[in-house]
């Protein structure tokens, strides 16, 4: 979506001037991959309008094979104002009718998925229309070769009007599950990452966030690992999940092990904290790369700051 947030100081209804940029859950994952060297793309509907044309340019420009997202000739492209703040940043959706919510089971009918080993979809879908949510019924009960990844990605306003009971099929039938602590707490009444565990046994992979303080795995049945996330100097926290989510994923697709991978999961989100931005600059390589294999103490001791990227 088309993605307007404060280019001045004070109170959104105050502000005259904002910044238009671009943002999304599924398009942010892609894009990180991207940059992280991957071959990714993106599947979506866009407006034949200014904004859906911005939106494609944008996600191509981080190396992102756009080629399978289709232009609606009648449908807008949607469009969200975030209230840019370190502590939270309250977003508004102007989504309803959009492109993307026209999308149906018949858009994975023209979707070659020969070579692809990930498809990661989230939460988001399923509640913006009837056949958004038959779309991802389709991909998520028919049979396939690639592992589905699956962000909760829980938005309370998409679902004032619809039935949220699906999420928990939905997540039962992917093989990697990211889900914020607080957002189980929100939509399934359960907090704890061993709670949520046995709410999700079916799961392969359940990554449970538990926001600044780290992030747990649970994988088939062997104990879970913890890992604390990194002191980082925030600026704006929305976009760090998606962030996590690829770091997550790339390590998944180097086969590396749960507690390398969930350090790879906060490394991009710290990258993604540092700025107002979905996608940021990255960290300096060999930042990232001794963090990798760094003590737990060396961890710990780690500061991510602005002047790094």
């Known amino acids: 979506m088309a993605l307007f947030v404060p280019a001045e100081p004070g109170p959104p209804d105050e ?17 990180h991959l991207a940059v992280l060297g991957l071959r990714s793309a993106w599947v979506s509907a866009v407006g034949d309008d200014a904004f859906g044309r911005a939106v494609v340019s944008t996600i191509a420009s981080f190396g992102v094979d756009v080629s399978c997202v289709a232009v609606d ?32 089971p018949v858009s994975l009918d023209a979707l070659a998925l020969d070579g692809v080993r990930v498809v990661h979809t989230s939460g988001i879908t399923p509640a913006l229309s009837d056949s958004c949510l038959d779309l991802m019924r389709t991909l998520f009960t028919g049979p396939r070769d690639v592992t589905l990844s699956f962000d909760l990605n829980w938005r309370p306003r998409l679902w004032a009007d619809r039935d949220p009971s699906v999420l928990r099929e939905l997540a039962s039938a992917a093989d990697v599950v990211f889900v914020g602590a607080d957002e ?34 649970f994988e088939g049945t062997a104990e879970p690992v913890y890992q604390p996330a990194l002191e980082v100097d925030v600026v704006e926290p929305v976009g760090a999940g998606d962030a996590f989510a690829a770091g997550f994923l790339f390590g998944t697709l180097s086969d590396w092990s749960p507690r390398r991978r969930l350090r790879a999961g906060h490394l991009r989100a710290a990258s993604s904290l540092l700025t107002h931005h979905d996608v940021g600059p990255s960290l300096p390589v060999s930042f990232v790369s001794a963090m990798l294999d760094a003590s737990d103490d060396e961890w710990a001791a780690a500061h991510v700051t602005t002047d790094m990227t």
């Open 15 to 31: 502000v005259v001037t904002w910044t238009r940029t671009v943002g999304g859950a599924e398009s942010n994952v892609a894009s």
């Open 184 to 217: 189980a707490d929100l939509v399934w009444g359960i907090g704890e990452p061993a709670a949520i565990r046995e709410f999700l046994p079916e799961t392969h992979t359940l990554v449970v966030k538990l926001g600044a303080q780290g992030a747990v795995v």
């Open 73 to 104: 000739p009648y449908r807008p492209t949607g469009l969200y104002v975030k209230e840019s703040d370190a502590s939270g940043s309250p977003v508004r959706y102007y989504r309803t009718g959009s492109a993307a919510s026209g999308m149906s």
